[in-house]
């Protein structure tokens, strides 16, 4: 019996901790990208605004959403990259060399009321330098139904004058 207990103790004496209760976690799904051959994509709706993000009150009525609205076609495996290039090629702010633009997914919580949660940030250009320019809406836990919102802002726009 005390063979047993010794062959419990680690090498500086201590004892292990007990065991796990309960079966291992599930592991996690790993994403797979996308067949954009075969996978139909789905409809992002995107709100753009100079300076600033929209506020949450601007989505609180339906149908009533901002009237700068893009509609985007695209999958889950999409970069902010690719969705920053495709809003400079609808929004001339987001074109300007110094821009940066900031996302922000646009949800109803569980009470029914809007958020926006800043989810990333990249260069209109990328100049060498990379934000989050490599993050897909999957990795950003984007769901199908939420909007996207994007700020673009430029270092003219944050002076204060």
């Known amino acids: 019996m005390a063979g047993a207990a010794e062959a419990q103790k ?7 901790p007990p065991p796990a209760r309960g079966p291992p976690p599930p592991p996690r799904p790993r994403f797979e990208p996308v067949d954009r051959e075969k996978t139909c994509p789905l409809l992002l709706r995107v ?17 009533k959403e901002p009237k700068d609205e893009v509609q985007i076609y695209t999958w889950k495996d999409a970069t902010l990259r690719e969705l920053t290039d495709l ?5 001339p702010a987001a074109r300007r060399r110094d ?19 800043e989810v990333g940030k990249t260069f209109s250009y990328g100049n060498g330098r990379r934000l989050d320019d490599s993050k897909t ?12 919102d994007v700020a673009i802002m430029s270092s003219e726009l944050s002076i204060v004058r």
């Open 10 to 16: 680690r090498q500086g004496g201590r004892p292990f």
């Open 47 to 63: 709100f753009t605004k100079v300076g600033s993000h929209h506020s949450k009150e601007d989505f609180a009525v339906r149908g």
């Open 99 to 117: 821009a940066r633009l900031s996302f922000a997914f646009v949800y109803p919580d569980k009470h029914g009321r809007f958020v926006v949660r």
């Open 137 to 148: 809406l999957h990795e950003l836990r984007f769901e199908i139904g939420d909007y996207l």
């Open 87 to 91: 809003v400079k090629e609808v929004a």
